[in-house]
């Protein structure tokens, strides 16, 4: 029995991983949540936005490569992502602007303002493949491991490895602070407090003198913040390919649903129940139970609850689950 | 009459550009593009039925057309017999597992009050199932994967005509939707949508991983056929006579006998392949015209304007003693199992069954675009949108290339942006798509053939 070992096995092939991938997907799931929330609808653009602001910031990335300026042991990514977020911004005022402001204006149900969005979803994907192709690519540079496997065994004399990779600490430390500012924004400023008071009831605050496009082009300037950082924060960490991001969208809805939509912060914990579930489920806990159990129960199979191939199809079944039994989500969203 | 012109007009355009493609490209390519036009208009009919009669959004389009093209491999693949014997008697003990585990979660519901230890009660019976499932089918598909992998690997299916799976896969659409229904019709419309969205993507992932069931991405290929083979026609008497019939005019004119033979061959070989594409046509079209009077039929039925009022009132159609839940449950069944229909027919026409191919871009919001596009509500409109946005979709690839040649005329062809854009072009059909369902959604929010309500 070791328990050590144990721990370090869990934490290394699942808290790590999952902790990083979570923060990706509540910084998605934030957005589309509050674009529920307060614009009403199920914005169907939310993973080719986040390609959208990945591509461009990808795009200053290598432009400043090619200046020959970079952050050290940082990636340079991070030093493009401002410029992203200005051109994404630019991009959603825009598209407000000319597609989804027309819908607002003459008061369409919400599924027509949803279909508006998948058209918006051609539209997006079309440019991002157009500009930068279809193809895997990465645009990782400087250190990429704080901790390495081997360095850790020798570190503490364990049999077990704990690898933590640079990109995981840069996506949890900029998850946190994102949305603390973001929390902070909504929960304490008066815009903030005024976008809350207009996603509980839309007539009241119209009526206590909210102006309703300042608060909708707020939404926007969030929503094209939040996915280009989560964006860039996920393809660092494992790739950049359009077509990941579109499927990144269920995921993203998920979170957003569990966590209870149109609550922010439901989301931001949403992401991260998904994250965890997918991760627990789809691995195998062979190596685990024997480091927990004396030798002679020894476990023969991979004791693997899920094959990983079912991974995207947990975080639905969760979903499904939720959405019999609580549909308001776990962190009760507006009830529907 | 009259009130049919827009229709009239609508489908001559569109037949005028299927044979435009045919003179200006080849008859096989405009007769492959209007097999797929059909097999869309079925599928934008099912969309249609749910959306445009009964306001149901579907978003799992794609799941059902992958059972559809399930039930197609396993109607007609040809069954493997060493793979029942390592397993079959298992998998159908697995089977019978799961129907005892259904039984008894209803029995729990229908005995017991609600309560926490009902939910326990049920939550025990699941978990049981799924560990007897477990330990029970595992040894068994390792087994049934093992046989000859490389080109079976799987249970096969029953060896009938492929025809019939047309009926099964709307059965097996039909079957998941009701249980889909069941779980998610209470929603409100945008969380429908994302539901049925991610339910079809277990779907999918199911189809894909359970190699035993149909190779999931090892692909079936070589499905039988309903129509004939080219290579059987091209050795058929009375086809090489009906094609030297009907180009009679040009055999005439060589008079060397040894070039007359060649250019036969030639037209008979090109003339095969567009026979064959013709059959598929044909059987399509009869497809597409039964749905047609029966979706007709109905709409215009005392069903149809129960369907139509609960629609537009659902409070006020259910103070009226009808049974709205019931209705939509219906409705979703009926039109899943229509696109069951199409998924079947495609794989048909392709021959093959490929669980990768199948995303949902393609299967579900291009179907969308096309119901939005074409008119939902109405049948003519839908089948429309079918056609004509499956036509851009096609015809983008070629259209692209000209506008960029025609813009960029200027610039030299090593032209780096030149180069970029011309390799780009796949991609211009995302962008045509999404304008075109824009602007029909801004200044025709109807469709092009809009919902004709006749007053009484």
């Not at chain 2, 998941?176 to 409100?188: M, P, S």
Request: proline letters at 3%.
């Amino acid at each position: 029995m070791d328990y050590v070992n144990a721990i370090v096995l869990l934490l290394n092939y699942i808290f790590v991983p999952a902790l990083s991938y979570g923060s990706q997907l509540a910084l998605g799931a934030i957005f589309v949540s509050l674009i529920y929330g307060i614009l009403r609808f199920a914005y169907f653009t939310a993973g080719d936005l986040m390609s959208f602001g990945t591509m461009f910031t990808i795009l200053f990335t290598w432009y400043f490569q090619s200046l020959g300026i970079s952050l050290g042991v940082l990636p340079t990514a991070l030093l493009a992502i401002p410029f992203g977020i200005i051109i994404t911004i630019l991009y959603v005022l825009a598209k407000d602007k000319l597609v989804f402001s027309y819908y607002r204006m003459k008061k369409s149900p919400p599924v027509m303002l949803a279909m508006v969005s998948i058209g918006t979803m051609f539209v997006t994907q079309a440019i991002v493949r157009i500009v930068i192709g279809p193809f895997d690519r990465r645009f990782f540079d400087g250190e990429k491991f704080i901790l390495k496997a081997n360095e850790f065994k020798e570190m503490t004399g364990l049999n077990e490895g704990l690898t933590i990779k640079s990109t995981q600490v840069i996506t949890l430390l900029v998850t946190i602070i994102v949305v603390s500012i973001l929390f902070w924004f909504l929960n304490k400023t008066k815009t903030g407090k005024s976008m809350r008071a207009y996603s509980d009831n839309e007539d009241l605050a119209l009526l206590s003198g909210i102006d309703p496009k300042k608060v909708v082009m707020i939404t926007w300037l969030i929503a094209a913040v939040l996915a280009t950082i989560g964006g860039t924060l996920y393809g660092l960490d494992k790739s950049f390919k359009p077509f990941t991001y579109f499927n990144n969208m269920l995921p993203i809805f998920a979170a957003a649903i569990v966590g209870g939509i149109g609550n922010p912060f439901g989301a931001f914990l949403g992401g991260y129940v998904i994250a965890f579930s997918e991760i627990l489920l789809t691995y195998a806990y062979r190596k685990f139970f024997i480091y927990i159990l004396p030798e002679s129960l020894e476990p023969d199979g991979l004791l693997q609850l899920l094959s990983t191939d079912y991974k995207f199809a947990v975080s639905f079944s969760i979903l499904v689950v939720v959405l019999l039994f609580r549909p308001s989500g776990i962190f009760k969203g507006k009830i529907i | 009459m009259r009130e049919y012109r827009d229709v009239i007009l609508a489908y001559s355009i569109m037949l005028g550009l299927i044979i435009l493609v045919g003179f200006l490209q080849s008859w096989s390519i405009a007769l492959s593009i209007l097999c797929f036009c059909l097999i869309s208009a079925v599928m934008t009919m099912g969309a249609n039925i749910q959306w445009g009669y009964a306001g149901l959004i579907n978003f799992g389009i794609m799941g059902y057309t992958a059972l559809g093209g399930l039930a197609a491999v396993l109607v007609s693949a040809p069954p493997v017999k060493e793979a029942w014997q390592v397993g079959g008697m298992q998998m159908i003990f697995c089977a019978l597992i799961i129907a005892a585990m259904v039984f008894s979660v209803r029995f729990i519901l229908k005995k017991f009050q609600k309560s926490n230890n009902r939910n326990y009660g049920i939550a025990f019976v699941i978990i049981v199932g799924l560990i007897f499932l477990r330990l029970i089918s595992s040894p068994a598909i390792e087994s049934i994967e093992a046989v000859s992998p490389a080109t079976t690997g799987f249970l096969g299916g029953m060896g009938l005509p492929i025809v019939f799976s047309w009926i099964v896969g709307a059965f097996f659409a039909g079957a998941l939707a009701y249980v889909i229904g069941k779980i998610a019709l209470g929603l409100r419309a945008d969380y429908l949508a994302i539901a049925t969205l991610l339910i079809s993507e277990i779907v999918i992932a199911v189809i894909k991983h359970e190699d035993w069931l149909a190779r999931g991405v090892k692909n079936v290929i070589g499905l039988k056929r309903p129509v004939p083979y080219e290579i059987d026609l091209q050795s058929t008497q009375w086809f090489i006579d009906l094609v030297a019939r009907f180009n009679q005019k040009s055999l005439n004119l060589i008079t060397d006998t040894l070039e007359k033979e060649q250019f036969l061959k030639q037209l008979v070989i090109e003339g095969s392949t567009v026979f064959v594409k013709l059959c598929y046509a044909g059987l399509f079209t009869i497809v597409v015209i039964i749905l047609l009077i029966i979706t007709q039929k109905a709409l215009y039925s005392p069903w149809g304007r129960m369907m139509r009022a609960i629609r537009d009132n659902e409070e006020a159609a259910n103070a009226m003693g009808k049974n709205v839940v019931k209705q939509h449950l219906l409705i979703f069944v009926l039109g899943s199992a229509v696109v069951g229909i199409a998924g079947a027919m495609m794989v048909t026409y392709d021959g093959l069954f490929t669980p990768g191919s199948y995303r949902p871009m393609r299967y579900t919001f291009l179907i969308w675009v096309m119901v939005i596009i074409g008119g939902s509500g109405n049948n003519f409109g839908s089948i429309l949108g079918g056609f004509a946005v499956w036509f851009l979709w096609i015809e983008a690839a070629p259209a692209a290339l000209f506008l960029i040649n025609f813009f960029t005329s200027g610039l030299a062809d090593t032209n780096a942006f030149k180069i970029h854009l011309i390799n780009s072009i796949p991609y211009f059909r995302l962008l045509m798509m999404g304008i075109a369902l824009l602007l029909v959604m801004r200044y025709r929010p109807k469709g092009i053939l809009p919902e004709k309500i006749k007053h009484v």
